[in-house]
Protein backbone atom coordinates (compact mmCIF):
# COMPACT_ATOMS: atom_id res chain seq x y z
CA UNK A 1 0.00 0.00 0.00
CA UNK A 2 2.94 2.48 0.77
CA UNK A 3 4.90 1.29 -1.99
CA UNK A 4 2.36 1.94 -4.04
CA UNK A 5 1.56 5.55 -3.10
CA UNK A 6 5.57 6.42 -2.97
CA UNK A 7 5.58 5.15 -6.77
CA UNK A 8 2.53 7.15 -7.58
CA UNK A 9 4.50 10.00 -5.89
CA UNK A 10 7.43 9.54 -7.93
CA UNK A 11 5.41 9.74 -10.99
CA UNK A 12 3.65 12.66 -10.19
CA UNK A 13 7.09 14.60 -9.31
CA UNK A 14 8.64 13.44 -12.60
CA UNK A 15 5.99 14.46 -14.53
CA UNK A 16 5.85 18.08 -12.44
CA UNK A 17 9.26 18.35 -12.82
CA UNK A 18 9.79 17.34 -16.32
CA UNK A 19 6.92 20.12 -17.04
CA UNK A 20 8.81 23.01 -15.42
CA UNK A 21 11.64 22.34 -17.02
CA UNK A 22 10.35 22.61 -20.25
CA UNK A 23 8.24 25.49 -19.59
CA UNK A 24 11.32 27.11 -17.80
CA UNK A 25 13.61 26.19 -20.88
CA UNK A 26 11.34 27.71 -23.84
CA UNK A 27 10.96 30.65 -21.52
CA UNK A 28 14.52 31.39 -21.06
CA UNK A 29 14.85 30.80 -25.38
CA UNK A 30 12.28 33.46 -25.79
CA UNK A 31 9.21 31.34 -27.02
CA UNK A 32 7.05 33.16 -24.77
CA UNK A 33 8.24 36.93 -25.30
CA UNK A 34 7.04 38.98 -28.48
CA UNK A 35 6.55 38.13 -31.94
CA UNK A 36 10.64 39.35 -32.92
CA UNK A 37 11.42 37.34 -29.90
CA UNK A 38 9.28 34.27 -31.19
CA UNK A 39 11.20 35.02 -34.90
CA UNK A 40 14.40 34.79 -33.15
CA UNK A 41 13.85 31.85 -31.76
CA UNK A 42 12.61 30.31 -35.23
CA UNK A 43 16.06 31.57 -36.94
CA UNK A 44 18.31 29.85 -33.82
CA UNK A 45 16.56 26.68 -33.95
CA UNK A 46 16.13 26.84 -38.15
CA UNK A 47 20.51 26.88 -37.86
CA UNK A 48 20.91 24.89 -34.95
CA UNK A 49 21.96 21.17 -35.92
CA UNK A 50 21.44 18.13 -33.83
CA UNK A 51 25.30 17.55 -33.54
CA UNK A 52 25.57 20.94 -31.76
CA UNK A 53 23.67 19.38 -28.79
CA UNK A 54 24.02 15.29 -28.94
CA UNK A 55 26.97 13.21 -28.28
CA UNK A 56 28.54 11.87 -31.77
CA UNK A 57 27.47 8.27 -30.68
CA UNK A 58 23.79 9.25 -30.69
CA UNK A 59 23.84 11.36 -33.95
CA UNK A 60 25.26 9.26 -36.38
CA UNK A 61 22.27 6.60 -35.45
CA UNK A 62 19.75 9.70 -36.04
CA UNK A 63 18.05 10.70 -39.48
CA UNK A 64 18.87 13.88 -41.11
CA UNK A 65 16.44 16.47 -39.67
CA UNK A 66 15.55 20.02 -41.33
CA UNK A 67 12.33 22.41 -40.92
CA UNK A 68 9.32 21.78 -42.97
CA UNK A 69 9.30 23.23 -46.65
CA UNK A 70 5.76 24.45 -45.60
CA UNK A 71 7.25 26.66 -42.72
CA UNK A 72 10.00 27.64 -44.16
CA UNK A 73 7.72 29.12 -47.04
CA UNK A 74 5.29 30.70 -45.00
CA UNK A 75 7.86 32.65 -43.19
CA UNK A 76 9.43 33.75 -46.41
CA UNK A 77 5.32 34.50 -47.61
CA UNK A 78 4.88 36.61 -44.68
CA UNK A 79 7.96 38.89 -44.57
CA UNK A 80 7.38 39.97 -48.38
CA UNK A 81 4.00 41.02 -47.05
CA UNK A 82 5.71 43.01 -44.53
CA UNK A 83 7.83 44.75 -46.93
CA UNK A 84 4.99 45.40 -49.54
CA UNK A 85 2.02 45.91 -47.01
CA UNK A 86 1.81 49.44 -48.37
CA UNK A 87 1.52 48.31 -52.34
CA UNK A 88 -0.52 45.39 -50.88
CA UNK A 89 -3.02 48.34 -49.09
CA UNK A 90 -3.41 50.74 -52.02
CA UNK A 91 -4.60 47.24 -54.33
CA UNK A 92 -7.11 46.66 -52.06
CA UNK A 93 -8.33 49.98 -51.52
CA UNK A 94 -8.27 50.47 -55.34
CA UNK A 95 -10.11 47.30 -55.47
CA UNK A 96 -12.71 48.09 -53.45
CA UNK A 97 -13.11 51.55 -54.94
CA UNK A 98 -13.18 49.68 -58.46
CA UNK A 99 -16.06 47.34 -57.12
CA UNK A 100 -18.28 49.87 -55.52
CA UNK A 101 -17.87 52.00 -58.63
CA UNK A 102 -19.11 49.58 -60.76
CA UNK A 103 -21.57 48.43 -58.57
CA UNK A 104 -24.78 50.16 -59.97
CA UNK A 105 -23.83 48.62 -63.39
CA UNK A 106 -22.67 44.64 -61.80
CA UNK A 107 -26.34 44.80 -60.27
CA UNK A 108 -28.10 45.85 -63.20
CA UNK A 109 -27.14 42.76 -65.26
CA UNK A 110 -27.66 40.83 -62.36
CA UNK A 111 -31.12 41.77 -62.43
CA UNK A 112 -31.38 41.11 -65.66
CA UNK A 113 -30.04 38.29 -65.78
CA UNK A 114 -32.73 36.80 -63.40
CA UNK A 115 -35.32 38.31 -65.39
CA UNK A 116 -34.68 36.40 -67.97
CA UNK A 117 -34.00 33.41 -66.73
CA UNK A 118 -37.30 33.83 -64.42
CA UNK A 119 -38.95 34.54 -67.84
CA UNK A 120 -37.27 31.38 -69.45
CA UNK A 121 -38.92 29.04 -66.30
CA UNK A 122 -42.40 30.44 -66.86
CA UNK A 123 -42.52 29.04 -70.84
Known sequence: MAMGKLVSLLKLS????L???AVYSTYNLGFWGNCKQGEQVFYK????????????EVTSQL???T???ELTGTISAVGDVK?????????GVSSVCGGLASLPDTVKGWSDQAVERVKENIK
Not at 14 to 17: F, L, M, R, Y
Not at 45 to 56: E, G, M, N
Open 14 to 17: TKVG
Open 19 to 21: SGL
Open 45 to 56: LQSTKLADVLPV
Open 63 to 65: PEL
Open 67 to 69: MPE
Open 83 to 91: KNMWGYYNS
